[in-house]
């Protein structure tokens, strides 16, 4: 212990005065290039991406997690991911799942009475305002579960889910109107709706099951969605399929495609052909056409909808009486379908066909002011004839599924996913300008802001449904492959393969980096989860233990605690078996990235407190025992001991004997440590005359670590003023005790003093006096 005291003060003195060693560069670009058989393109791809320490990415992209009900966030052109965040699941890292806070928000999904924890993540959409991505929000939809998420990106934090109404899977989601008046979510597989269970014959298939696409509100001030403000379009039963909201001439309008609309309902096991054979047999499928503008508008007059389950459905019969749903035919079997950035057209891949269709928004709206229709479908939804809506069809090879929009008008990029490459075409010439193979089988693929109205171009991210011989195997599963592609000039360059280890992402979303602001500390006692001061917020030496029992004789501890380099107040918790406990932690640090951690024995608790969070942790103290707990985020050096006991005692137990000393101490020791502290305190003062010389209030970061500092020094004094009167009285042990408090905050000072004193030498601070 005393060894590793040395070696720690001699580090920082080492650290200040600047006694580091770097390695000495022995090889050449030549010849690590032919030591690892890199080719000058291999370095010129790499020099695309690579990021040297400590620089930042220029885009940022959310991917979906898929099977794991989380999303992604990675760096482009790095590819460096940078977090997980839960979503649909729990996930421990960040105590989602585990503090009551979060149990909240999880519980917000639990589907006709069950806690279901995993998602089917298909579909990230940022938020929008004027249809350009305004990097306040992320929303992502469950496909199995018809749930939808909403991700404050202030905190990367989930804070709502909320379950559809009325469907039973969905596909169509998340998409946003151009200022996120709305969120999308279609259905993908017919049912009967919610409520109506006892309809569950296939016999009644066309009359009894339905599809449908709702219409999520979303208010923009409070960050969340409101169900009893939404509405739903009721659909024919045609699995519906993605969505996308017009934009700029077609703004107020919805666009959602579909697959089976042969309303063909299976029976292999009958000796009937399969879906994949009956859902595939007519030409074309519906893109269904709906007008959310005036349907919000008439839903808010009360002319139409009716409220079921808490939210606004809207009938067939009411949308087509009222101009507000009509159906356009599409490719066999479509996938995606995309409005172009400036709304004009609406592009849709047909995944059974090798063209893209590109439809003409002034042609279908014509049509539908001429009420020129080619027929009704059998719920009486008008048709408009592709020849009345149709600009052209190009031919961009087998298996077209998505598209995706570059900075360069009428530039599209399409993924082809039968014949493995990404196809980059031009929308009003009708010409394929350029082919790239990737690996392999392509699904979603992604340009930088390419859903807005204003696509950044520069990269493209191809989404790959198999990896194959790409990586080095981890056994029969393997990972996703995400590959970045260079769209920058005329034709595209293939930069870098990206395993994904986690799911399979249908989709990403990416943004301007510097849009997204977001904390680094909370206001202190925060509900990072209702984005509220937590009823349970402790302030630095008001942590208390209280114990009340109702009149059944049920008890209930709540502990109202803080976390603080390099201690949790309390360090021990005394109940009695049975009392339910509930232990609320506030972290009172300011400094950025200083998280406590909080596990405990054999409770299943797992909190993650971010500088002023505010956490709670509830359990049944079921079994009399000790139940070590600790700080999980390792924080700083005395992070180990950062610890306490829980204690549950059984009913009727009696203490015996005081705590008892595991070592003593005497005024030589207590007088050694002084010493040490007082040469501590000289490096102390040097950093600080170093950081004081120069013009440090002109670096936020640094003024944050002074700061920061100066918290950790005044607890600093107080120790040294306990260890001096306890000194005073010949109590050695509490003296030496306080001795060593007051040298550990002189260890987080130093430690903070030194990192301002580095960001101040690498940001070229000027000597002020
Ligand atoms: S989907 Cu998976 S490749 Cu859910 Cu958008 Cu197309
Ligand atoms: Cu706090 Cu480790």
Known sequence: MKLMKKMMATSIVASFLGFTAGPVMADSLQDVMKARGLTEKDILAAAKTYTPTGGRDE????????????????????????????????????????????????????????????????HPALS???????????????????????IDLHDFETKQIVVNPFFRSEHGGAFVTPNTEYVMEATQYAAPYKGNSSVVSLNKFNDEFRGGLTYWKFDKEEGRIKPDASFTFEFPPYSQDLSDAGKGPSYGWGFTNSFCSERYVGGIEKGRPPYEAGCSSK??????????????????????????????????????????????????????????????????????????????????????????????????????????????????????????????????????????????????????????????????????????????????????????????????????????????????????????????PHYVASIRASKLKPAIRYKSGTNSRTDKRSKWKTRAGREKIERSCDDAGKCTVHVYGTTIRSHITPETIEVTEGDTVSIHLTNLERAEDETHGFAMYAQNVQLSIEPGKTSSATFVADKPGVYPYYCTEFCSALHLEMQGYLLVRPKGFKEEGGLVEGQTYTK?????????????????????????????????????????????????????????????????NKAMGWANQWWQYQVKTADMGLRAKTYLEEHNAKKIK
């Not at 607890?715 to 005073?728: I, P, Q």
Request: aromatic residues 10%; proline residues 5%; contains cysteine.
């Open 128 to 150: 929008e305002t004027d249809g350009d991505s305004d990097g306040k929000f992320l929303f992502i939809n469950d496909k199995a579960n018809p749930r939808l998420a909403v």
């Open 283 to 504: 030409d074309t499928d519906f893109l269904h056409v709906t007008n959310w503008k005036k349907a919000s508008e008439l839903v808010a007059a009360g002319k139409i909808g009716k409220k079921v389950n808490g939210s606004t459905l809207i009938s067939m019969k009411e949308a087509v009486a009222n101009d507000l749903f009509y159906l356009i035919p599409e490719p066999k079997s479509p996938h995606g379908v995309d409005v172009t950035p400036d709304g004009t057209k609406i592009i849709v891949a047909g995944k059974l066909d090798s063209h893209t269709w590109v439809y003409d928004w002034a042609k279908i709206q014509k049509a539908m002011a001429d009420k020129k229709f080619e027929s009704k479908d059998p719920y009486g939804v008008p048709i408009i004839a592709i020849n009345d809506a149709l600009d052209k069809s190009v031919a961009v090879g087998l298996g077209p599924l998505h598209n995706q929009f570059d900075s360069k008008k009428c530039i599209v990029y399409t993924s082809i996913y039968v014949d493995s490459m990404i196809t980059k075409w031009d929308y009003c010439e009708g010409k394929v300008l350029d082919q790239l193979p990737i690996h392999y089988n392509v699904g979603h693929l992604m340009t930088m802001e390419g859903d807005t109205v204003s696509p950044q171009g520069k990269y493209l991210v191809a989404l790959n449904k198999l990896a194959i011989d790409r990586f080095n195997p981890v056994g029969p599963l393997h990972p996703q492959n995400h590959q970045l592609i260079d769209i920058s000039g005329d034709k595209m360059q293939l930069l870098y393969d990206m395993p994904i280890p986690l799911g399979e």
């Open 59 to 122: 885009f940022l992209a959310f991917s979906s997690g898929g099977q794991s009900g989380q999303v992604i966030v990675y760096g482009i052109p790095s590819m460096r991911i940078l977090k997980y965040i839960g979503v649909f699941t729990p996930e421990p890292w960040q105590g989602y799942g585990f503090d009551d806070e979060s149990k909240a928000v999880l519980a917000q999904g639990r589907i006709e009475g069950k806690d279901i924890v995993y998602g089917d993540t298909h």
């Open 668 to 732: 030589e020791d207590y007088d050694k440590q002084v010493k040490t502290n007082i040469k501590t305190q000289g490096v102390i003062d040097s950093v600080v005359g170093f950081i004081t010389s120069h013009n440090y209030k002109d670096f936020p970061e640094v003024v944050a670590l002074v700061e920061d500092a100066t918290d950790q020094l005044g607890f600093a004094e107080d120790a040294k003023k306990k260890a001096a009167d306890f000194a005073e009285k010949g109590d050695w």
